[in-house]
Protein backbone atom coordinates (compact mmCIF):
# COMPACT_ATOMS: atom_id res chain seq x y z
CA UNK A 1 0.00 0.00 0.00
CA UNK A 2 3.19 2.43 0.56
CA UNK A 3 3.86 2.00 -2.87
CA UNK A 4 0.13 2.52 -4.33
CA UNK A 5 0.37 5.73 -1.84
CA UNK A 6 3.32 7.14 -3.22
CA UNK A 7 2.56 6.33 -6.51
CA UNK A 8 -0.38 8.05 -7.17
CA UNK A 9 0.33 11.80 -6.09
CA UNK A 10 3.82 11.28 -8.26
CA UNK A 11 1.58 10.94 -10.96
CA UNK A 12 -1.03 13.91 -10.26
CA UNK A 13 2.61 15.85 -9.57
CA UNK A 14 3.55 15.38 -13.06
CA UNK A 15 0.03 16.28 -14.70
CA UNK A 16 -0.63 18.97 -12.68
CA UNK A 17 2.00 21.73 -14.27
CA UNK A 18 0.76 20.59 -18.11
CA UNK A 19 -2.65 21.39 -17.33
CA UNK A 20 -1.86 24.59 -15.27
CA UNK A 21 0.20 25.69 -18.42
CA UNK A 22 -2.12 24.99 -20.37
CA UNK A 23 -5.21 26.66 -18.89
CA UNK A 24 -2.28 29.46 -18.38
CA UNK A 25 -1.86 29.79 -21.98
CA UNK A 26 -5.16 29.68 -23.31
CA UNK A 27 -7.60 31.09 -20.82
CA UNK A 28 -5.07 33.29 -18.81
CA UNK A 29 -3.64 33.63 -15.54
CA UNK A 30 -6.37 34.76 -14.14
CA UNK A 31 -8.82 32.03 -14.80
CA UNK A 32 -6.15 30.02 -13.47
CA UNK A 33 -6.11 31.67 -10.13
CA UNK A 34 -9.37 32.00 -10.24
CA UNK A 35 -9.67 27.67 -11.06
CA UNK A 36 -7.24 26.97 -8.29
CA UNK A 37 -8.87 29.22 -5.51
CA UNK A 38 -12.19 27.13 -6.29
CA UNK A 39 -10.73 23.95 -5.85
CA UNK A 40 -8.64 25.29 -2.67
CA UNK A 41 -11.95 26.38 -1.09
CA UNK A 42 -13.93 23.16 -2.26
CA UNK A 43 -11.07 20.90 -0.83
CA UNK A 44 -11.46 23.06 2.30
CA UNK A 45 -15.18 22.28 2.52
CA UNK A 46 -14.53 18.51 2.30
CA UNK A 47 -12.46 18.39 4.68
CA UNK A 48 -14.32 20.90 7.09
CA UNK A 49 -17.60 18.93 6.15
CA UNK A 50 -15.89 15.29 6.56
CA UNK A 51 -13.01 15.54 8.66
CA UNK A 52 -13.79 15.07 12.26
CA UNK A 53 -11.20 15.30 15.26
CA UNK A 54 -12.18 12.63 17.57
CA UNK A 55 -11.95 14.18 21.61
CA UNK A 56 -9.08 13.39 23.18
CA UNK A 57 -9.44 9.92 25.48
CA UNK A 58 -8.55 10.18 29.15
CA UNK A 59 -5.42 9.50 30.16
CA UNK A 60 -4.92 5.70 31.36
CA UNK A 61 -4.49 5.42 35.13
CA UNK A 62 -1.58 4.14 36.68
CA UNK A 63 -0.33 0.74 36.99
CA UNK A 64 0.47 0.12 40.81
Not at 15 to 25: C, E, K, L, R
Not at 35 to 52: D, N, P, W
Amino acid sequence: YVGLASTIPAIFSMIAPVIGGMIAQYAGYETLFVVALVLALAALMVTIRYIHNPPPEAAPEEIV
